[in-house]
């Protein structure tokens, strides 16, 4: 017999006792294995599948079929990603043990899908159908329910082992701060950054970002970065971008200076504090200095630095090459002058920069939202952090969506976009936290919906973020 607990001293104490199979925890009447209600997609390191009724015990394969009724668990250092039939995609992180009690498709009638997380933590992207159905979708766990709709959030089962990571996060996050000169406060789909040494990592809200990274957005993705000196940046889809250098202070403009290299693709900047006489953004076909400025910028074509992305060229059917369109102050691509409301073009490095007569359609019906429109908050960014306590219990941060906590005695917390909270360990009282938990803030296991899940180390998601949970959005 396999006995693990999770307690802690005069508050919980639910035994999970595994002869075999974990018969006690699903609800009354569960009995085999039902079909087949989605697949586990990723595993890394020793992950292990049970039928509720079945004796053998088998390592999970990438791909391999969950069913109702069956338990996964994650060994230490394990992870795992699950994809379920209605488009709900679950990070298992390590030393979790989790199951899915009921599932009838969002989609049909009587609609009703109950997660079960026994130990253990999860990073979810429900899917979006439960947006419309309130009260379909439920995850439970021993001192809450959550009702969840339409959510990105996280949700974990803290003992001892959140608050020492809190303490990690505290070292090496301030350790590092000095070194950090922006962060992605926005992210949607995929933000991957590699330093100058070449080792990547993938970015979320609030990781860290160096003088010498390379970042990278995938297709369908964005990303809004907040600098030391307030400027911000809109990565654009398809894009990459490099921080050659990023130094400000407001007390020497000999120390200061802010280089960028545009490789390929776009973006939509709002220069910040920075001396304009110190501030460059080059491109392979011309250099871009400003004047108080935001502008916007595509670069496809002979304007991608192909040696360095290696990757296949971007087209326009507009014609490629480099475009600018400013919308705030003036800028100067090379030396045609642009002022705002004006856009510019040049085909190639040899040709002459043009002022267009009017704003191509691409440029002015850019989705991708303008950095200065973007509603976040940049207070403290670049502060150092507080040690925070993480008392055992359940924490539950949200990304997007809506999470309504509910505990044993019917206390209720409703959690949006930014907002987390603490459930006791008896689940006798749920209150909400001024903000995210460093352990989740930080959390080194990625997203579901990370295209790059292998892409994970400690040291990545303190100090550059593999994933996190403060704005990431779908």
């Not at 079945?54 to 668990?73: Q, Y």
């Not at 501030?279 to 011309?286: D, R, V």
């Not at 949200?398 to 930014?418: F, M, N, P, Y």
């Amino acid at each position: 017999m396999q006995e693990q607990t999770f307690m802690t001293t005069g508050a919980i104490r639910l035994t999970l006792k595994i002869t075999g199979i974990l018969l006690c925890l699903f609800a009354p009447g569960a009995q085999a294995a039902g079909p087949a209600i989605g697949q586990i997609s990723y595993v890394h390191g020793t992950v292990t599948l049970q039928s509720l009724n079945a004796d053998d015990v088998h390592l999970v394969a990438t791909d391999e079929k969950l069913a109702t009724g069956e338990f996964i668990r994650t060994g230490p250092g394990s992870f795992a990603i699950v994809r379920l039939n209605d488009g709900s995609l679950i990070t298992l992180r390590p030393q979790t043990t989790f199951g899915v009690e009921q599932f009838v498709s969002l989609k049909k009638a009587g609609a009703r899908v109950v997660l079960r997380l026994f130990q253990g933590g999860l990073r979810v992207v429900a899917a979006s159908a439960s947006r419309d159905k309130p009260g379909s979708y439920r995850l439970l766990t021993p001192v809450s329910e959550l009702s969840i709709e339409g959510a990105v959030f996280d949700a974990r089962l803290c003992l001892d082992d959140c608050e020492e990571e809190n303490r990690k996060i505290k070292t090496i996050y301030d350790k590092q701060l000095d070194a950090t000169v922006a962060r992605p406060l926005y992210v949607y789909g995929s933000l991957v950054a590699r330093s100058a040494s070449g080792n990547s990592r993938v970015l979320a809200a609030g990781s860290a970002i160096f003088e010498g990274d390379t970042l990278q957005t995938r297709s369908g993705s964005y990303a809004v970065l907040v600098f030391r000196d307030e400027s911000r940046i809109s990565l654009q889809a398809n894009t990459v971008f490099r921080i050659d250098a990023m130094k400000y202070d407001s007390e020497s403009e000999d120390d200061s200076a802010s280089r960028f290299s545009l490789l390929r693709g776009g973006l939509r900047t709002l220069t910040g504090l920075q001396y304009p006489q110190k501030y460059i953004m080059h491109t392979a076909i011309n250099d871009i200095t400003i004047a108080g400025t935001g502008y916007d910028l595509i670069c496809t074509g002979p304007c991608e630095a192909r040696a360095e992305t290696g990757l296949k060229p971007l087209r326009l059917k507009q014609g490629d090459g480099l475009y600018a369109h400013v919308w705030q102050g003036a800028i100067s691509l090379g030396d045609l002058v642009l002022p705002a409301g004006k856009a510019g073009y040049q085909s190639g490095r040899e040709s002459p920069p043009l002022a267009l007569s009017t704003v191509p359609a691409f440029l002015r019906k850019n989705k991708v939202p303008r950095p200065d429109r973007v509603d976040i908050d940049d207070t403290g960014l670049f502060d150092r952090i507080e040690k925070t306590a993480a008392p055992h219990g359940l924490y539950v941060s949200v990304s997007s969506g809506q999470v309504r906590v509910k505990t044993k005695i019917d206390l209720v917390a409703e959690l949006h976009r930014g907002e987390a909270s603490y459930t006791d360990a008896l689940g006798r009282q749920v209150k909400k936290l001024y903000r995210t938990p460093l352990f989740q803030r930080f959390d080194r296991y990625p997203m579901p919906n990370s295209p790059d899940p292998g892409v994970s180390s400690l040291s990545s998601s303190i100090i550059g973020g593999s994933s996190g949970t403060v704005c990431i959005i779908r």
